[in-house]
């Protein structure tokens, strides 16, 4: 291994790094740590915990072009439904 060694040679390494595409998207940020996960907390009843998703952009079928699933999260039952954007669907 050889070590080399020249007058600027910090200088010229910065701006090395700082034009590289692949050192710029491998080069961590100091942060601070996130802190400790928490779980969620378990619903004492179905339906108290729910997620609801509109899928939209759809190609048209039948007039309808947005769909939406709800999912009951302590049951994993999940329900959809079909929308048209004119139903009060919104980007």
Request: charged content about 20%; proline content about 7%.
């Amino acid at each position: 291994m050889k070590n080399y060694w020249w007058l600027g040679i910090s200088k010229y390494v910065l701006s090395y790094v700082d034009g590289c595409d692949v050192c710029l998207r491998g080069k961590s940020f100091p942060e601070m740590p996130a802190g400790k996960l928490m779980l969620n907390p378990i619903p004492n009843a179905p339906w108290m915990d729910i997620s609801v998703d509109f899928i939209m952009g759809l190609p048209e079928v039948q007039g309808y072009d947005a769909v939406r699933v709800t999912l009951v999260n302590i049951l994993k039952q999940t329900s959809s439904r079909l929308y048209k954007k004119s139903q009060g669907c919104v980007n």
